[in-house]
């Protein structure tokens, strides 16, 4: 029954991502989904609530620089819920769905109060790091036009940081930042392999560019 429930909702994002925005495309889902079970499985959380909230956390896509940006998670638990109560989802589980939805973005600045939230939050938050982060990184910066760096201080050593200029500028204003913001303890673990993923990279290309 969950698989054939699971198959529904994979079809239904399918409509739903984003082909011309690889940050959300459908393939997105699909690895929030992953890390997702295998966090649910160490933290012993309710599959039942984690992986319907996985796999439709952005049920309701709103680009960032869209003014609507902080109102995107509720309105994706809002349609998400619509949407499980039309396959019959047990409702014993929706609110708490409705609340990982909801909770999982950073704009929206929700406090998650149960373990299943909390998961959701880390396994969005964890594909935005590591080799996948820098790659949906300026997947961004191209949909944005944003210049890679900046020619005369790349790595912000003695400017503020403005990710709205520069792409490699939101590696030190957001994505270092949201590995501190793991609530689980595999997600932690998870995501102090994928922070140095990226310093790594950081070094090449300061080794290239420099």
């Given at each position: 029954m969950f698989l054939e429930i699971e198959s529904m909702l994979e079809k239904k994002i399918s409509q739903i991502a984003s082909a011309e925005d690889p940050a959300h495309d459908l393939l997105h889902f699909k690895r929030v989904v992953k890390i997702a079970k295998e966090i649910c499985e160490k933290e012993n959380a309710k599959a039942e609530v984690v992986i319907p909230a996985?796999?439709?956390?952005d049920f309701v896509i709103v680009p960032k620089n869209d003014?609507?940006?902080?109102?995107?998670?509720q309105l994706s638990a809002e349609g998400a819920v619509q949407y499980l109560k039309e396959l019959s989802y047990p409702e014993i589980y929706l609110d708490e769905i409705s609340?990982?939805?909801?909770?999982?973005?950073?704009?929206?600045?929700?406090?998650?109060?149960?373990?299943?939230?909390?998961?959701?939050?880390d396994a969005d938050r964890l594909d935005g790091l590591g080799a996948i982060g820098i790659a949906?990184?300026?997947?961004?910066?191209?949909?944005?036009?944003?210049p890679f760096y900046s020619e005369i201080d790349p790595f912000c050593q003695s400017r503020a940081v403005d990710d709205k200029q520069f792409t490699v500028d939101h590696f030190f204003a957001k994505l270092f930042k949201t590995a501190q913001t793991l609530k689980t303890e595999a997600g932690r673990a998870e995501g102090a392999k994928r922070v140095e993923v990226m310093k790594k990279y950081l070094m090449n290309l300061a080794d290239e560019i420099q």
């Open positions: 996985a796999w439709l956390h003014p609507r940006r902080k109102q995107a998670s609340h990982a939805i909801a909770a999982h973005s950073f704009s929206a600045n929700i406090e998650t109060k149960t373990l299943e939230a909390k998961i959701v939050q949906r990184c300026f997947a961004t910066s191209g949909i944005l036009k944003t």
